[in-house]
Structures are given as structure tokens and as C-alpha cells.
């Protein structure tokens, strides 16, 4: 029952619905699709998210 809620709240790709491959360091989180489409930064302490759509 984790596993499905956890499915429900992943981060895909709204091009190909890909799950994006996630890094974590102490400054910020990258999100990124495997395969090239969309890249997301999130800087939690700035409170900042920027977003890449690569088309």
C-alpha cells in the first residue's frame, strides 16, 4: 500500500511521463528526465524552483 501511494506522488516528465531521475546535494535537488525533455532545480533554503522545459 506504500509502494501505491508512492507511485501516486512521484515526479514523471509531463512529456513522456517518465519518472525523473532525482540528486540530492546540501544545497539542492536536480530532477531531470532520462530522457532529456524537462529539468528541474529546487533550492529548499532560498526557496526557490526553477524549471527547464527542453523541448
Known amino acids: 500500500m506504500l509502494n501505491m501511494f508512492r ?3 512521484a515526479d514523471r516528465c509531463p512529456q ?3 519518472l ?3 540528486r540530492r546535494d546540501h544545497l539542492h535537488v536536480l ?3 532520462p ?3 524537462y529539468k528541474e532545480e ?3 533554503s532560498l526557496g526557490v524552483r526553477i524549471v527547464y522545459d527542453l523541448k
Open 7 to 9: 507511485s501516486l506522488c
Open 16 to 18: 513522456c511521463k517518465e
Open 20 to 22: 525523473l531521475q532525482a
Open 31 to 33: 530532477k531531470s528526465c
Open 35 to 37: 530522457q532529456g525533455h
Open 42 to 44: 529546487t533550492y529548499a
